[in-house]
């Protein structure tokens, strides 16, 4: 978050070992602006330049070894604002704003192209638009929505298609919790469904392992949305089918996630309270090693993985 807070790379694009978590909430539950960097060869972090406006449930894009923090709220105010960082000058710059302000969407970047999906606007209302914004051009155009309307989905791109797994929808059988798998092909603006996610949840974090997207953590808990699970599902996405796998160590929702190289990464999120705990999964093995904490324990950050130093 993707998550809605998972990292989201050009298709192609060759993996560092440098890890961004910006924005988020706190301990205190702050909206805050941090950014900071985790060296995952070094298996330590640094403080790097903070983001202008500060968020929560914003979505980070990647393009170019450039970061794209988009939309988000601070507890009263949906932004559309779309800010770049370049992590060479370590410097931001403001950027051609969303056309519709939201929180907890999903930002993916393809082929020059980032496609801004779902979220949630005023009084809690789930959306299903789907903006391409133009790096280069910087302007935004609509495209065909998302079947579901969502929040707090998760999100990930695996040959050229965008998946969209989970999330909090419209009430239905009792639960807000979706198990909705629905791919987007940008080249033909289209929508399918695929076999569900076997546990409906939101607030999940993911990644891409050799063809096999991640849904790891959130929530689903009908009373307390803050009550974090262990769950960890493999979508194969060449069989359309699912498996379970080794559990997160811990119980978690709003947590962020990035792959580097062939390890998925965990940052944080809410546990009884923001931690800063820090985990990475190893899918040969199917076991989990604990890492370096975060300087900045955190909930409903970004994630996102640069070229940079």
Known sequence: MHTFNSV????????????????????????????????????NWRTAKPMPTPRQAL???????????????????????????????????KRNTMPQPREGLSC????????????????????????????????????????????????????????????????????WYTDANEAYDPESDSWSSRTPMPTPRYGAACGLIDGKIHVIGGSNHPFRPYCGLKVHEAYDVARDT?????????????LAACVAGD???????????????????????????ALAPMPTARYVAGAALTAGP
């Open 8 to 43: 989201y790379l050009e298709e192609g694009q060759v993996f560092s070992s440098k890890i961004h978590i910006i924005g988020g909430l706190n301990h205190e539950h702050q909206t805050n602006a941090a950014n900071e960097v985790y060296d995952a060869a070094n298996n």
């Open 59 to 93: 979505s980070i894009a990647a393009h170019g070894g450039i970061l794209f923090g988009i939309g988000g709220w601070n507890g009263e105010i949906f932004f559309g604002t779309n800010e770049s960082y370049d992590p060479v000058t370590d410097t931001w710059e």
């Open 108 to 175: 993916i970047s393809h082929d020059a192209t980032i496609y801004a999906i779902g979220g949630v606007i005023a009084n809690h209302f789930r959306v299903a638009t789907n903006h391409a914004y133009n790096i280069s051009e910087d302007i935004w155009s609509e495209r065909t929505p998302m079947p579901t309307p969502r929040v707090l989905f998760s999100t990930s791109i695996c040959n050229g298609i965008v998946y969209t797994i989970g999330g909090s929808g419209k009430l239905q059988n009792g639960s």
């Open 242 to 254: 699912w498996i379970s796998r080794s559990p997160l160590p811990y119980p978690g929702v709003f």
């Open 263 to 289: 390890r998925l990464l965990t940052f944080g999120g809410y546990s009884d309270g923001a931690v800063d705990f820090v985990h990475a999964y190893d899918s040969s093995r199917d076991s989990w090693t």
